[in-house]
């Protein structure tokens, strides 16, 4: 047993880069693991010592001693049998309370305190970036990259544990966390031992530290690039916060430049990390580079994705109807097309936009007769239905979560809400409990009843500009248990009318031919093409906005397959972007129905394909589905349409072979 655990401890103590291992050291603890594992030490015994291990107080360390070489506890001291640097424990308090010695924090860089907060807290819908499963994809990705910066030989599977053992029982994770998959991810891919109810944590973890790596891989290389061998990285997240730290630490540095050394003004640097997350810099995170023996610094942004199968980017009816008339206008400025002939078409392009905002508002109005229903319904047999309208394991987890915050007058939060280019609006569209209380007759002063908090949601639900998911499903609960209207056919028809709609627009377009440096194309097709290169970010291309016009500042980092200029041109075959509109069509839309529950059979939204003109191996042109554009009600049932967009997959495949 001895010699086992001497084997174990020599071969342990190899593994760490200063053979001294420290029980206390979550990297160390994966190598201990390791260790175990390759002197095939039975799982139950592995099992049994690593759970001691996490549960030792810190500080402690082993290392070898004597002639014989035994191995002891020890603390590398400061001659009081403290750790240098650590402060001497208050009385009664040797080493600190239990929880304060397990609490692990994010590497004290960038903006770390904000991280943690969300971290501890989890989630809070209407904030950015949008749900749990990007917040966690955006924050463990940066503590990923500090940990390989840290740590260069740990394996992605090492990592995924260091992660999970750290941050798994926080409010973040555990929203994270459930049987299902993410990110295209096959259970094949999971470790051999991961709990089914934990599959959705391993699966986002992973894809988490692929991201991370390649966070880590293009800050080496942008030091390579400018020769900084004495750097300080620092990775942020996208939320105001975030924002603001990076202003702040940006502002520090002597001077900004890009990976060739050229200067950038301070000013247009900070600017363009006030665009964050959409727009000229349509990034979630960002990483900054000092080198601390000249004071300068570089910037990387990075838009996050879990897979090259999530949503591109969103847009909305407003904001592709002016993305239309720009495209229109500037056409005749650059005299492709006569002034009155640009007007005319603007002007009937417009009547389309206007239809589509009629139908939007039919939509409302329809959408908002079971949450009228329901509040002119108000009982205790409905405020019981309320209370349940959950199937899951929390009956009234819609109940507490979204009604209950009315029993506070002065509670104030957010939902989303989207400007005219189809970007988030930054704190969203609030609400205030009291505002709606009032309206329903109750006094201030008094604490709101079960009663006149359930009728100041249904108020909310009926008016909200962009209704939560959680919202729509208690509301339909509460609506179909109460013999409330059956909206759907109203709603399925109001769909196809859009649908149509949008169809009828680009059709119209398209009688019209327009030359583009020599090639004839249709407008339609000209004006999808324009709007398309925007949501995709493929300005990229040809760097000409924002953060594409420096050299790798920019890349979309799909869980460590990267879509960066080099990739798009190779792709899709292009330079610029003229050379994309001449290559670009657009198909008709097909209807997407429902496959279950409710929405089965139904039209939920469209799908129309668009498709670049793509030379193959032989120099032949053939056409090559790149993007879905697809219009679907994206929180629920009773939403609106909007548009989003997704990458096909042909694009994905040539893609990835590509890289």
């Known amino acids: 047993m001895n010699n086992l655990i001497d084997d174990i401890l020599t071969d342990w103590a190899y593994r760490v ?44 360390y082993i290392k070898k001693t004597g002639s014989k070489g035994n191995y002891v506890y020890t603390y590398p001291d400061d001659g009081e049998g403290r750790k240098k640097g650590e402060e001497e424990p208050k009385k009664g308090d040797e080493g600190g309370s239990e929880k304060e010695s397990e609490k692990i924090d994010l590497k004290q860089t960038g903006d770390f305190e904000s991280k943690q907060k969300h971290i501890d807290s989890g989630f ?28 260069p030989d740990l394996t992605d599977e ?25 990110g295209g991810l096959s259970t094949k891919e999971l470790p051999e031992e991961t709990p089914k109810e934990k599959r959705e944590l391993v699966a986002k973890t992973i894809l988490a530290v692929r991201s991370g790596r390649r966070k880590a891989q293009r800050t080496e290389e942008a030091k390579q690039d400018l020769g900084w ?76 994705k879990d897979s090259m199968d999530a949503i591109i980017s969103q847009s909305s009816t407003a904001a592709e109807a002016k993305q239309t008339d720009d495209s229109i206008l500037k056409l005749a400025e650059d005299g492709v097309i006569g002034q009155e002939e640009a007007e005319a078409i603007a002007g009937e392009r417009r009547n389309y936009a206007e239809e589509k905002a009629d139908i939007e508002q039919e939509l409302k109005t329809v959408t908002s007769a ?32 979204q009604v209950v ?18 970007n988030k609006v930054k704190g969203g569209e609030k609400h205030k409990s009291s505002d709606y209380l009032k309206r329903i007759g109750w006094k201030e002063g008094t604490k709101p009843t079960e009663e006149q908090m359930a009728k100041a949601f249904c108020l909310y639900a009926s008016e909200v500009s962009n209704p939560p998911a959680d919202v729509q499903k208690l509301i339909n609960r509460a609506n179909t248990e109460t013999d409330g209207p059956d909206v759907s056919v109203e709603v399925e028809k109001i769909r196809r009318k859009a649908i149509k709609n949008e169809q009828d627009s680009i059709g119209f377009m398209n009688q019209m031919k327009i030359k583009i440096d020599g090639q004839e194309v249709g407008l339609g097709d000209y004006i999808e093409g324009g709007n398309v290169y925007k949501q995709g970010h493929l300005g990229a291309i040809d760097g000409q906005r924002g953060v594409h016009k420096h050299r790798g500042m920019f890349e979309v980092n799909n869980a460590g397959q990267v879509l960066d200029k080099e990739v798009l041109s190779k792709v899709l075959g292009v330079d610029n972007k003229t050379q994309f509109l001449q290559r670009f069509i657009t198909k008709p839309a097909s209807e997407q129905i429902g496959t279950k529950g409710a929405q089965k059979g139904k039209v939920t939204g469209s799908i129309s394909i668009v498709y670049a003109i793509i030379k193959n191996e032989k120099g032949k ?14 929180d629920g049932p009773l939403g609106k349409f909007q548009t989003v967009y997704k990458w096909t997959k042909e694009f994905q495949d040539r893609a990835k072979g590509n890289q």
Do not use: C
């Open 17 to 60: 880069h200063d053979g001294m291992p420290n029980p206390k050291n979550q990297y160390h603890l994966v190598q201990l693991q390791e260790s175990m594992k390759s002197l095939k030490v039975e799982s139950e015994v592995i099992d049994m010592v690593m759970n001691h291990l996490y549960e030792a107080k810190p500080h402690k």
């Open 405 to 422: 915050r009315f029993s506070d007058p002065d509670k104030t939060w957010s939902t989303p809400l989207f400007d005219e280019d189809g």
């Open 158 to 182: 090492q990592i995924v544990q260091i992660i999970i053992k750290k941050y798994g029982d926080t409010k973040l994770a555990q929203q994270n966390t459930s049987d299902k998959m993410a």
């Open 370 to 401: 079971p949450a009228k229903h329901v509040y002119n319904n108000m009982d205790s047999n409905t405020i019981n239905v309320m209370k349940n309208a959950s199937e899951g394991r929390d009956p009234q987890k819609y109940w507490n979560g």
């Open 229 to 304: 061998k004495n750097a300080q990285t620092s990775e942020y997240f996208g939320d105001q916060d975030g924002i603001d730290k990076q202003k702040e630490d940006i502002s520090k540095a002597k001077r900004v430049v890009d990976l060739d050394g050229n200067e950038i003004p301070m000013d247009d640097i900070l600017e363009l990390i006030d665009l964050g997350g959409g727009g000229d810099n349509p990034s979630d995170t960002t990483t900054i580079i000092f080198n601390e023996e000249t004071g300068e610094a570089t910037i990387l942004f990075t838009s996050d």
């Open 124 to 151: 809070v819908k209407g904030a950015a970036p949008g749900n749990a499963g990007s917040m966690y994809n955006e924050i463990m990705s940066g503590e990923v990259a500090n940990i390989i910066r840290d740590n």
């Open 621 to 634: 042109e053939i056409e090559v589905p790149i993007m879905e554009k697809r219009q679907r009600t994206k």
